[in-house]
DNA sequence: AAAAAAC
C-alpha cells in the first residue's frame, strides 16, 4: 500500500509507536500548525487527520492585499541560491523573460530545496509547473553524484541517473511541462526525457539510452510499462524525488493503483529518502487520506487560495445558460461566437475569439467538430467573422499524431475553436484563450475549475460559459452550487429556440438555428450514434428520471441531428442500463450493424444534406476499440461487468423500478444523510 | 453505455 512506503522517512520516530492497521496509522497525531504566513497564503505542516482542524488556523484577516513579500528571480540567482545559467533561463528576455516570482513559487521554494514533502494548492494559472520544476533541478545540480561534465559534446550521464520523476495525468501536459524543463535546464548539463504513451517505445527508450536522464516526465501507463521491464534498461535506482502533477487527479480511483505500482518501482524510500511533491488547483478531501499516506507525516500543505474562496478566478466571469433542449447547445455556441464577432466587428477593443467547448464524451466533440466545420465550409473561409476560425478537435480517440497536431495548432493559433473532451482540462497552457465554453454538466466540481482555468492564465482576462439543460439545474446546483456562475437568460436565444419548428421569421437567432441544423443533418450518423449513447452514459442520471433523460435525448436526435427516429439500444446493454422499461427507450440491435456499414463503406452513402462530406480519418477506427463494448464482456457472467459502475448509481439492481431515482453524484449531494459530512471541501482546508 | 491512461 501507499502509505508503507513512507513509512520510514524523517519522522520515523513519530512512527515509531504508530499502530500498525490502515486506518489509525496517521489518526494517532496531533495537529500542529507551523506557518501562517501572509494574509492570503497558508504554508502549513499537517500532521492531523482529524475534522475541524481548519478552524484552529482560520485567523487570517478577510481581506485582501497580498502582504506577502515580492521575489525576483534575480535576487535568488544574486544569493547563490539558485544557479546563474537557471536563473538566466527564467529571466532573459530572449528565453522565458520572467522577473517576479508567482505567490505559489516563492511559498513553495526553500520548502522544496530544504527537502520536505509539499502539497501546493494555487489557482490555475499560476506557475505551478516552474514552482516544482525550478527547485528539483537545483536539487539535481546540487546533488554530489552528480556529474554534469561533458566529454567533448557527448554527455556521460547513464539512463540509470534519474534523480526525479514527475507524473502527469495526461501525454500533452507531460510533453509540456518537459518543454518548461528543458528551457529551464537550457546550457546546465541537465538532462530531460520523456516516456508518454502514443510514441514509439522503442525509440524513446532508445533515446534515453544514448543521452541518458536525470528528469523523467511522463503518464502512468508508459511510466509502469518501462519502469516494470527490465530490459529497456531504464531505471531509478539514485531517484530521490517523485513530483504529482495534478495530484488529486492522479490519486483519484482511476489513477492510484498505477501511482501505487509506479512507486513500486523505485527504491526503497528506507533505503534512499525521497521526497514528494504534490500540486493542483484543487484538493478535494476525498483525497486527502491518500495524500497523508503518500507524504512524510509533517509535510508542508502550501495553499495560495483563501479558505472561504473556490479556486476559480475573479478575473473571469462565469455564466450559465439554460437549454431548452440538448439540441439548442450547438446553435448556443455558435450564437456566443457570432455575438462576440460581431461586438470586434463593432470597433470593440476585443482580442481574437479563440475558445474551447468542452464536452462530456469524445463523440460529441466529434459531432461539434465536424458541424461547427461544415459550417465553415459554407462561409468564405478568412472573409467572413467565422471563415477565418480555424475548428480543431482534440479527444482521446484520436490518433497521438492527430491530437498533438491539434494541441500545437491551437497553441500557435491567434484564434479559433477547439472542441474538446477532458483530455485538454487540466494544466494545458494554450495562450490567450479568451472563452472556455462547456456543454453539459461537467461530471464533478473539479473538473468545472480546471477547465474553465483555461481561461484567465498569466494575468489574462477571460469569461466562461456553462451551457445546461434546464431538467439539469438540481444537478447543476448541487454539482457547482458553491461556484460563482450568473444565471444569464438573455444573451443566447438560441439556447431556448424551439428546434422542433421551422423557424418562420428572419431574425439572427432563427438565422443561426438553421445554420446549425443544417450543418449537424451533415455529419455522419455513425458520430450521431456514438454521441447518444455516449451522452446516455453521462448524463442519464443528471435528470429527474430515466424517463425525462431519454425523451430529452431521443429529442436531440431527431430535432437537433435530423434524425428520423432514436437510435436503438442493444436489449442487453438497455437492461444493464435500467432502461428495460423505459417509454422511448428503442430496443434492439439495428444501430450497430448501421454504424459498421457505415464504417466499412468509409466514403460514405449517406446523404449529407449539401455540405461537402467531412473527413473521418481516425475516429471511426479508434471508435471500435472500446466503445459499444464488442467482446469487452467476454468472460464475465452476466450481470457481473467487473465492477463497471461505482457502485450504488446503477438503476437495475430493484428490477427496474428506478423510475425518479437520482444518481448520489458521487457523494457531494449533501442530502443524502451519509456520514462523509455536508459536501466535498472545494479548498481542500475543511478536512 | 460514460475523461483518461500501455502494447
Redesign the pocket.
Known sequence: MLGTLRRFGVSSVLRASAPRTLSTRWASQLPKVQALSASSVLTRSLHSSFPKFSAAVAQESTETEPSQKIEKFAELGEQGFIDSTIIKNITHPSRMNLETMTEVQSMTLREIVKGDDVLAQAKTGTGKTLAFLLPTLQNILNDPGVDVSKVGRYSRTAPSEIRALIIS????LAEQIAVEAKKVAFGTGLIVQTA????Q?RSGLMKIQREGCHLLI????????IL?DPWTGVSAPKLNTLILDEAD?LL????AP?IKEIQGFLPDPSKIDRQTLMFSATVPREVMSLVRQTLKPGFQFVQTVREDEVPTHHRVPQKVVWMRGLENGMPAVLEIVKNYQARRANGEDLRPFKAIVYY????ETKCAADAFNNLRRSYDVGTTPLGELKMLEI???LTQADRTRSAESFRRSPSGILFS???T?RGMDFPDVTHVIQVGVP??TE?YIHRLGRTARAGKEGEGWLLVHKGEDVCFRSRLGRIPIKEDTASLPAAWADMSQQATDSSATSETVSQMKAAMAAVGPTHKI?SY??Q???I?GNFSSKRFAIEVLNKQFVDGFGMESPPQI?PR?AQ??GLGKIPGVNIGTGSRRMMEENDSSSSGGFSRGGFSRGSDHGFSRGGDR????RG?DRGFPRGD?GG???GG??GDRRGGFSYGERRGDRGDRGDRGSSRGPRRALEGLDF
Open positions: 495525468p495526461t501525454r500533452e508518454v504513451g502514443g510514441t517505445k511522463g503518464t502512468p501507463g508508459r511510466l509502469k510499462d516494470s487527479r483519484d480511483q482511476g489513477f498505477d462530456n464524451s469524445t463523440a479527444n482521446s480517440r473532451s477532458d483530455v482540462a461530471r464533478d473538473t456514438k449513447m455516449g446516455l452514459g453521462t442519464i442493444a446493454v444493464q442500463m472500446g466503445s459499444f463494448s469487452g461487468r463497471f459502475s461505482r448509481d446503477r
